[in-house]
């Protein structure tokens, strides 16, 4: 299934090491493999005086483990990827029961905050072509078919410049993607996820009327109750 090119390194040394063999070119994207989710991790590296930010990871406190054995894995702790040409991003909710009966919400188009990498916008039915919404719908489809998930999975997509769809990220859960289908679908997503991940027949997903979200983040650096 498609999605972008990416590289691992284990360390800052190794990826200066690897831009200063023009294997790795400005601007590009870092993306965390621990505990990265709705932007948490996503830093895209436009020149040297960024390059500080890669790599960079919290510490992480844990009790004292009584050990028989120590077993060593090596596991690259962060991704990079070059910068993708996008022209949309695209999310796709589908659900699946365990019957392997799936069926998918509309397409829609979202809109992502420039430094924050969260969505702030989506809008329903997304901007594009009836061929394009198939071609992206039964990606999603067979996204979820591959991983044999039964439940909801929220698929995000890049639409590129070119016109091809990459894979960018899979949620398998009711997603913000998804929210809107509360007010505007016949079955909400989250009736959907109870009747997929109890094995009855999966709801109606037609669309009432176009639908719209605002995600309010707040102002940056904000802290304490909300006003």
């Known amino acids: 299934m498609p999605t972008s090119s990416f590289q691992l390194y284990q360390n800052l040394d190794d990826l200066k090491a690897a831009i200063d063999r023009k294997e790795v070119t400005y601007p590009f994207v870092q993306k965390s ?7 948490k991790g996503v830093v895209v590296i436009k020149d040297a005086g960024m ?7 919290g510490c992480v406190i844990e009790p004292l483990v009584p050990i028989d054995k120590e077993i060593a894995v090596v596991v690259a702790r962060n991704s990079i990827e070059p910068l993708v040409p996008i022209d949309k991003e695209i999310a796709v909710v589908v659900a699946r029961n365990s019957d392997g009966d799936c069926r998918s919400f509309e397409p829609v188009e979202m809109q992502f ?12 039915p997304a901007a594009l ?13 067979k996204v979820i078919e591959t991983y044999q998930l039964c439940g909801l999975l929220a698929v995000e997509f890049f639409l590129t410049k070119n016109g091809e769809w990459l894979i960018n990220e899979v949620a398998p859960r009711p997603h913000n993607s998804g929210h809107h289908t509360i007010d505007s679908c016949v079955t909400s997503q989250f009736q959907q996820h109870l009747r997929a991940i109890l094995n009855w027949p ?26």
């Open 129 to 141: 072509t009836p061929k394009q919404a198939s071609e992206v719908t039964q990606l999603a489809r």
């Open 202 to 227: 999966l709801g109606d997903t037609t669309e009432r009327q176009p639908a719209a979200m605002i995600n309010l983040l707040g102002a940056d650096g904000h802290t304490g109750p909300v006003a």
């Open 33 to 39: 493999r621990e505990a990265g989710y709705d932007g």
């Open 113 to 124: 905050h420039p430094t924050a990498n969260l969505v702030e916008l989506l809008f329903c």
């Open 51 to 57: 390059i500080e930010q890669c790599l960079a990871g």
